[in-house]
């Protein structure tokens, strides 16, 4: 298995716990980003790919064009956590146009929170159905450490943050500002930011949740007022930043192996159902709802007739 580091911690849990069922199976995961984990699966090198968000049409037409056919599986919920420093007390929330002027493309030489006050207020003269601007932002060194261009995370962040505001304003494919820290790495990321008591970054709800001694998720407006990321605002939807999770299955794979199709059995019967969660030794993320559940169940047992690839 390779791909999304943020899908990585489940499906680490989902190994684990199927290697104690059976000892005799060797599982590998590897989490170096959703768009590399989908180049190796459409390169016929892994049987599994994670995904923080749906394959997108480049990567289908490569999957086909190498012949590998693939069972999309939804298998969780992830709430996007915007993050700072847990020593920073200025900061408590922040709009989609706030990141939009501290994270967007004009951002490019903005390091200190200050300097980005201008565009907020010219920006939210225009976009204003996805929150309040909070100007002015504090006179302080502004350090951004986040997910590169190979990450999930980073995509869905542009498309689900950056790109909103954008195309408000009327700027085609808006993206997040160059001059930044990337890493793949959701550890590094964390690190990054709780090394700056005013820094600024992203990364998913699990990371965030077992790092609550260095990092602060920050609350998030996309029009609705400030919201928390908890399991309840991503579950139902106010939390503005939440999105679904993927595991993709090479069909022929799952047909020619035993092993894997009893894997994938048990990630989706047993695994998606027991191991997310708060309690104790889950991973941190949201469950499905029980009608998502069934329907990614039927997905993994409708395969005999045809993958989706």
């Known amino acids: 298995m390779s791909g999304s580091s943020t899908v990585e911690p489940i499906s680490i849990a989902a190994g ?4 104690d069922m059976a000892p005799g199976v060797a599982l590998t995961v590897e989490g170096p980003g959703t ?4 180049a190796k699966f459409c390169a016929g090198e892994t ?7 749906p394959i997108n049409e480049e990567e289908q037409a490569t999957c086909a064009d190498a012949g590998i056919e693939f069972i999309e599986l939804k298998v969780g919920i ?61 006179d302080a060194e502004l350090t951004v450490t986040a997910p590169g261009e190979e990450s999930g995370t ?45 820094s600024l970054g992203w990364v998913g709800f699990a990371y965030v949740e077992e790092n609550l001694d260095v990092v602060k998720p920050l609350q998030v407006d996309g029009g609705g007022g400030c919201v928390e990321p908890s399991p309840e605002t991503i579950a139902s ?20 192996n035993p092993a894997l199709s009893a894997f994938v059995d048990y990630y989706v019967n047993e695994g998606i159902t027991s191991l997310l969660g708060t309690g104790d ?12 559940v069934a329907a990614t169940q039927a997905a993994w047992a409708a395969r005999t007739t045809g993958a989706q690839g």
Do not use: M
């Open 281 to 292: 030794g889950q991973v941190p993320y949201v469950p499905l709802s029980a009608e998502d």
């Open 16 to 19: 684990n716990a199927f290697g």
């Open 237 to 256: 939807g106010e939390y503005p930043i939440a999105r679904d999770l993927f595991i993709y299955v090479n069909a022929a794979k799952a047909a020619e």
């Open 154 to 198: 980073f995509d869905s962040f542009v498309e689900l943050v950056i790109a909103e505001v954008g195309d408000v304003l009327g700027v085609e494919d808006a993206n997040v500002r160059v001059d930044y820290t990337a890493s793949p790495n959701d550890n590094v990321i964390i690190e990054g930011v709780a090394a700056n008591p005013t």
């Open 35 to 38: 768009g590399d984990g989908f």
């Open 78 to 138: 992830d709430g996007l956590s915007v993050i700072t420093s847990a020593e920073d007390t200025e900061i408590e929330c922040l709009s989609f146009v706030d990141l939009y002027a501290l994270l967007g493309p004009d951002a490019v030489g903005i390091n200190n929170w200050s300097d980005a006050s201008a565009n907020a207020d010219e920006y939210a003269a225009t976009v204003t159905d996805l929150g309040a601007v909070h100007t002015p932002y504090p």
């Open 47 to 53: 049987d599994i790919s994670d995904a923080s968000r």
